[in-house]
């Protein structure tokens, strides 16, 4: 693979005539990549004319924005209210005891990353998440834990 910061450079030059081009070239080098590298933030700033604190600012105000790679298996469980009446904060205890993980980290082996997400739209499935973009709905810790790390 490319070096990714110049990836994510010839990302953001393709993008650079849209209006409001940063959030859409954010979310096409996350796609790309899997992330977004803190050292292309000055290459994206320089192809959208903007500083690189505004890249920064952004990425960093985002949670569904990583600067970091994702693990193999990305679990994200759903923090909104329906899910949490529905048993979601029992649920977010037991993943991350189960997996050692808190939100935002991934395991040493790089086998899950564990991160929060609010609203998933599955509310009358409530507790929901996403595992690897794949949503669940009625999900309990037993049966997560044994999909993404057996």
């Not at 209006?19 to 979310?27: C, E, I, R, S």
């Not at 048993?87 to 991160?115: C, F, P």
């Not at 009358?124 to 997560?144: E, I, K, Q």
């Amino acid at each position: 693979m490319k070096n990714p910061a110049i990836r994510a450079r010839q990302i953001a030059e393709a993008h650079a005539g849209m209006d409001g081009p940063l959030l859409p070239v954010l979310h096409a080098i996350q796609s790309e990549l899997g992330h977004i590298p803190p050292d292309a933030f000055p290459e994206i700033a320089a192809a959208l004319d903007l500083s690189t604190a505004e890249v920064h600012g952004v990425v960093s105000y985002y949670p569904d924005f990583r600067t970091t790679p994702p693990g193999r298996r990305v679990l994200r469980v759903c923090r909104a209210e329906a899910c949490q009446a529905m048993g979601g904060a029992a649920l977010a205890d037991a993943l991350r005891a189960g997996l050692g993980l808190d939100w935002h980290e991934t395991r040493a082996d790089g086998a899950v990353t564990l991160e929060p997400a609010y609203c998933l739209g599955l509310c009358a499935c409530a507790p929901a998440a996403l595992v690897d973009g794949a949503p669940r709905g009625r999900v309990t810790a037993d049966t997560l834990l044994a999909e993404v790390a057996p």
